[in-house]
């Protein structure tokens, strides 16, 4: 029953590092926010990320939006990370062949297998892809998302396709970790356990003008049997306090999880 289990009793379904570690730092840090920082320059994505910092378990990254990306933001993310207590999650969605993308994953300017404990990959391509990730990734204990949905309107990613992402994630338990998704997508007493992330979550609005649907912490998390908010502008879009705006998802995103523990 996982959806009764807390999240650091869940580490130990995992054999994957960055799963382990991540489920265990929700529970010590009591939150289960990932902030999208989806800002173009580096001094705004590094006071965004220490003024958050303090609320999330994760950060998540589109590292290449960086107007002015250097060696030098990564170093400053990882002092953020260590002082924060949060891990760091690089919504690269790659999409190509095996060879292909563990050279996007490992080499090129963003050095992406360095620095971020989790990435995410298409199944589109067949089980290539997550096998040419996991020849970089796993022995530097990195874990792998499968984009199993999206929440823009009109998503492909839906049916038959979300059915053998899952069977996809199955035949690579060591390495697939979990789904991009807006719901939990297995069975509770499943023998497999997959983290569930959730992105197009929002408070205040409902849709963005270009296809982002947004659904409550509540719909995610207590209702639909999801894991981990994903927020971006909900947090740092309406020019409100940052800290205040990540701790008000921390506590939305926490008291549904809680709920959901009681029923
Ligand atoms: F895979 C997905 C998806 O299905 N929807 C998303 O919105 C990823 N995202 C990301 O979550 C997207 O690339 C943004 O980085 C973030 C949502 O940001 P928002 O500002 O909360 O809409």
Redesign the pocket.
């Known amino acids: 029953m996982i959806l009764k289990k807390k999240y650091g009793e869940r580490a130990e379904n995992f054999s994957n590092k960055a799963a382990r570690e991540l489920l265990s730092l929700i529970d010590r840090k009591k939150t289960n926010l990932s902030l999208?920082l989806?800002v173009t320059t580096k001094r705004e994505f590094l006071e965004i990320a220490d003024k958050a910092g303090p609320y999330i378990c994760l950060l998540?990254t589109?590292i290449d939006i960086l107007v002015d990306f250097d060696q030098d933001l990564i170093e400053q993310l990882k002092e953020l990370k260590t002082k924060h207590d949060f891990m760091i999650f690089e919504?690269r969605?790659f999409a190509d062949i095996g060879n292909t993308v563990k050279h996007q994953y490992s080499k090129g300017i963003y050095k992406i297998s360095e620095w971020a404990d989790i990435t995410?990959a298409h199944p589109l391509p067949g089980d290539g892809i997550v096998s040419g990730l996991k020849e970089v990734g796993l022995s530097l204990g990195r874990g792998l998302l499968l984009?199993a949905?999206?929440?823009?309107k009109g998503?492909l990613a839906t049916g038959t396709y979300t059915e053998a992402a899952i069977e996809m994630a199955r035949r690579h338990k060591d390495f697939v970790i979990g789904f991009?998704a807006g719901r939990k997508l297995i069975s509770d007493d499943d023998k497999d356990d997959f983290i569930v992330m959730s992105?197009?979550?929002?408070l205040d609005v409902s849709m963005?003008g270009l296809g982002?649907q947004?659904r409550t912490p509540r719909n995610v998390i207590l209702e639909s049997g999801s894991d981990i908010i994903?927020?971006?502008?909900?947090i740092y879009?309406s020019g409100k306090d940052i800290a205040v705006e990540a701790q008000r998802y921390r506590d939305a995103g926490w008291e549904a999880y809680s709920q959901r523990l009681m029923n």
Do not use: C, F, T, W
């Open positions: 999208a989806d998540k589109h919504d969605k995410n984009l949905e999206m929440s823009s998503s991009i992105p197009g979550v929002g963005d982002q947004y994903i927020v971006g502008r909900g879009g």
